[in-house]
């Protein structure tokens, strides 16, 4: 199946500073890539939608301010958290899906963020 | 508003017990529906997936699903559970008015070796 690859999959990190996590398809074509924050015994929630060469969609009540998506080519989306506070601590998944697979993702390993 | 509910947050079986998971959406037209299962340390996987045609979907692991229109249910089965089958199951909906896939909050399964 197709892959997605996140990167980092942990990160310790000082509050005030910022921290990019990378997503990566591996061998297909991401049309578009889809943000999600979980936390511990919750479900994905749904931060925002990036399409290739064009801005991230967020859903309500995600600061995109804080939280800069950007998806400049096909097989690449970061999530860039800025001035990362405590209560920014959390798992980070990424998603992906393409053109060649309608309707159907494909998910990154997460990324587990601690703000200290 | 679209949504999906999971009833079940935690379900413990023993070894070789049947189980149901139950999954639920609103209405909101024609839909996708996925189940994903999450295994302790590892990241989401698809368990199966329904698109369209026989409303019974067989998936992995000896996993099938059932959607019933009427009831706007799209529950999970396996005839016998095993240890491995230990993690956590999310129910999913696309719907075709939306790019987004919705997901549920997740049943936790638990099973007795």
């Known amino acids: 199946g197709a892959v997605v690859s996140q990167h980092p999959s942990w990160v310790i990190c000082k509050s005030g500073t910022s921290v990019k996590i990378e997503c990566r398809s591996l061998d297909f074509q991401a049309t578009t890539m889809f943000w999600y924050r979980q936390f511990p015994k919750q479900s994905l929630m749904l931060m925002a939608t990036?399409?290739?060469?064009?801005?991230?969609?967020?859903e309500q009540g995600v600061e995109k301010d804080k939280f800069l998506i950007n998806h400049a080519s096909l097989t690449l989306s970061t999530l860039t958290v800025t001035s990362a506070h405590p209560e920014d601590s959390s798992f980070y998944i990424c998603?992906?899906?393409?053109?060649?697979?309608?309707?159907?993702?494909?998910f990154g390993e997460g990324s587990r963020l601690t703000v200290l | 508003a679209q949504s999906v509910s999971q009833h079940n947050h935690h379900v413990i079986l023993s070894e070789a017990a049947s189980l149901e998971l139950g999954c639920n959406y609103s209405y909101g037209g024609t839909v996708n529906l996925f189940w994903y299962v999450q295994y302790p340390g590892q990241h989401l996987q698809l368990l199966l997936k329904?698109?369209?045609?026989?409303?019974l979907v067989k998936g992995i692991k000896g996993f099938e699903a059932e959607f019933i229109k009427s009831k706007f249910s799209f529950n999970l089965r396996k005839p016998s559970v095993q240890w491995s089958d230990t993690a956590e199951y999310f129910c999913a909906v696309k719907y075709s008015s939306a790019s987004k896939i919705i997901f549920g909050s997740g049943t936790r399964l638990s099973i007795r070796p």
């Open positions: 990036s399409n290739e060469g064009s801005k991230a969609t967020y």
């Open positions: 998603s992906a899906k393409g053109a060649s697979l309608p309707g159907e993702l494909f």
């Open positions: 329904y698109f369209s045609g026989d409303p």
